[in-house]
T-cell receptor, first 113, second 115 residues
Framework: AQSVTQPDIHITVSEGASLELRCNYSYGATPYLFWYVQSPGQGLQLLLKYFSGDTLVQGIKGFEAEFKRSQSSFNLRKPSVHWSDAAEYFC???????????FGKGTTLSVSS | DTAVSQTPKYLVTQMGNDKSIKCEQNLGHDTMYWYKQDSKKFLKIMFSYNNKELIINETVPNRFSPKSPDKAHLNLHINSLELGDSAVYFCASNAVGGLGTDTQYFGPGTRLTVL
């Protein structure tokens, strides 16, 4: 079955500390992988995506993610978290046919001062 | 200019009513979607249209009926609203085919509250 797992429901990090949000997927076809962020009361904003090529991808707001096929993972990282990064983060998988995305259940990020 | 827009942003209504949510995209995309985000923030696909043709129709009550008058618009009509329909509904769109064109762009969402 196709699925996305985000093992961490809620993570709290101190401002300035590094961050890693985990994402594992199960997908029959070549996966197209995405990270979206949702601020409170807002829509979904694309942080970054991976289709092919370099397995380390850079996104907006200083985020990066690394695709590891052997581990079926696409973890999101940021070296230094800012208070404005507090939000809900969703990992999603799709494919080249442009089918609907399958989302993980999200990870809530809180930032402490 | 807003790429994917939805109206209304908030919708509060009584059980049993019929309501519609509208979505428009000005990106020239040919595929549009409706997703539902439940109270636990889980996002799940409801429908997908490609060039006004229904492509995906997940297990959704037939009280929900999408309509696409043209490829820039995808509306969602809900009949006989129930308490369980309370959720945030997101519209999204993307172009299909070719590297980098499969990114879905989301609207701001419509928060539906059924009383």
């Amino acid at each position: 079955a196709q699925s996305v797992t985000q093992p961490d429901i809620h993570i709290t990090v101190s401002e300035g500390a590094s961050l890693e949000l985990r994402c594992n997927y199960s997908y029959g076809a070549t996966p197209y992988l995405f990270w979206y962020v949702q601020s409170p009361g807002q829509g979904l904003q694309l942080l970054l995506k991976y289709f092919s090529g370099d397995t380390l991808v850079q996104g907006i707001k200083g985020f990066e993610a690394e695709f590891k096929r052997s581990q079926s993972s696409f973890n999101l990282r940021k070296p230094s978290v800012h208070w404005s990064d507090a939000a809900e983060y969703f990992c999603a998988v799709g494919n080249q046919a442009g089918t609907a995305l399958i989302f993980g259940k999200g990870t809530t990020l809180s930032v402490s001062s | 200019d807003t790429a994917v827009s939805q109206t209304p942003k908030y919708l509060v209504t009584q059980m049993g009513n019929d309501k519609s949510i509208k979505c428009e995209q000005n990106l020239g995309h040919d595929t549009m979607y409706w997703y539902k985000q439940d109270s636990k923030k889980f996002l799940k696909i409801m429908f997908s249209y490609n060039n006004k043709e229904l492509i995906i129709n997940e297990t959704v009550p037939n009280r929900f009926s999408p309509k696409s008058p043209d490829k820039a618009h995808l509306n969602l009509h809900i009949n006989s609203l129930e308490l369980g329909d309370s959720a945030v509904y997101f519209c999204a769109s993307n172009a299909v085919g070719g590297l980098g064109t499969d990114t879905q762009y989301f609207g701001p969402g419509t928060r539906l509250t059924v009383l």
